[in-house]
């Protein structure tokens, strides 16, 4: 039967982070709750959606949770409604005690809150991955990565594979990040510092966000590991395991153009903002499309929506070489790919009104492009 | 037609504060629309959902406006999305031109965009306050009186007369505010620092609720104005419009008990965390309420819910005096009128476990008095 105290904080900190893994309206009434193991080296936090799963480890070694352990246990309480009565109580302490029946008694202050819950054995078994043979990765390059491509990722069902985002690892080093949904596609290839075990997975871009929202930029590192059809990302107090896609994901290296016949530079954020105006009009276009031209060493954007107005805008550029060129496509997905661009200018480049096009941030050394297909409007 | 340039910052914010009168899904459908009225003094910037209405003046002499006007005229355009496009425009300043058929180019920068607008002539006519003897109130008083009363008003409208808040000056000088929604009431007073001509009108709450969002802090007055069926509050730039109720609000007084057999004052603020502790588990319960123990000097409060647990709490409380008393009650309704209550104390005063209970700050000279209706359990 569980008794431990903690300081209320950093207890609702580590609920935080489990609460985010569990989803309130789950079709499984059970992953609605948290499961609270306690063992005398600390207190383990479970969430789950079946998809996502986040443990989370409070250790009576860690001096500012104040944990003190008087007899271990395990119980599941309904997550949402357990973090607001602990968020509600007075003292910087609490007190959580089980008494008959798998109901917990928290005490606070001169405030007694009982609380009903279930047996820990209901929860289901949802991680099975081996831990052996750790890839090591920054945590901060990793979250990079994420925003650079989980954007471009499918959010539509049709094709599930296009849901995630394709993560291989070559040579021991080489890792190659792609996401598309065969709109506009985002890759991007680093070599890691320390070698790994060559991998091939696609990860649902929804658990990459997930990922990026639980580990803080504090925790430096992340172990990596690899089953059939799970993976995990470990942290010192933090372990998130996620679901892998199945299935085998397109050949997006063929889909890369290497020749082009106009290129232009810009400055992202003016070109973000010009896109931006664009697209208040554009929304109210049939095709929804902006139409940019490059004539004669000036390019502008135009937009005309027969029942709501018009946009002309000559557009702020840094250089512009080759062919004069007129292309139509959806501003949002330029958009959406300036804002993955860290560099403060970009490099487009174009074959033809027809072809996809390229953005590639323009700084030496950074292996990140982009593709937009365009939109033909005649 | 309408040509004027003008800083784009304090003209968003213009357009801002005279969209708040401005529903997206208006029944008429031109009441979606803000209108643009430019005289040679300035431009007038009006908005209105029919039951409030908003006029926003910028003038020539504003110096923080940069406003230049070249030609005068008016204009109806879409609200929100004339906003947008304000917004979005790339410099500092922008120029706005009516060109043929009711369209407005609107340029700034390298950016030039055409907008669709409307007859000023098909906007209605709202606004029938005439503007003579006006009270003249301090803004923040007014804002601190909304505080205090709107929140009891009904949001039903089974008795619309309760959705507004009864505003009555007597004597010239005594400002008496009650709204009530017959489970709890709040009433406030105060004697004015100037005379005005007596008045008994009925405020929508939700009037009350956008006046305060719309008058700034730095507005230190407003002058106040009656007609039959709409007033008006007027500051240097801002005409804030809306209707009033029509029927006769109940007579509160006699509701304002003057005896008690028990007294408690608490620290508002305990009191109020005690009581959001209390709703969490009082929520799930039957008839959703807490009970409140005074025993030989002893308060607490209990809530037992059968499926999701029990709260005990003894109170801290600064003073106890009279009978001993079992009451129940909607803990929403305390935590809302000590929300109202300034002050750091309060004391609440009860005659029976059936009759209502009132509050009333723990301070000399402020008449202010709130009323809650217990509910009976047995």
Redesign the interface.
Known sequence: MIHFSINKAIFIQALNTTKRAISHKNAIPVLSTIKIEVNNEGIGLTGSNGQISIEHFISVQDDNAGLLISSTGSILLEAS?FI??VS???DIVLDLKEIEQK?VLLTSG???????GKEAELYPRLQEVVKTKPLLLETKLLKDIINETAFAASTQESRPILTGVHFVLTDNQTLKTVATDSHRMSQRKIQLAKDGDNFDVVIPSRSLREFAAVFSDEIETVEVFFSNNQMLFRSQHISFYTRLLEGTYPDTDRLIPTTFNTTVTFDTA?LR??M??AR??SNATQNGTVKLEIQKGIVSAHVHSP??????????ILAVDGEDLIISFNPTYLIDALKAVGNEQVKISFISPIRPFTLVPNAEGEDFIQLITPVRTN
Chains 1, 2 share one sequence.
């Open positions: 409604f607001n009565v509600s109580l007075p109901q001169k405030s007694e809150i009982t609380l009903k003016n903002h010009a931006e105006r208040l009009l029942e709501v107005g018009k946009v002309n805008e000559e557009l702020d």
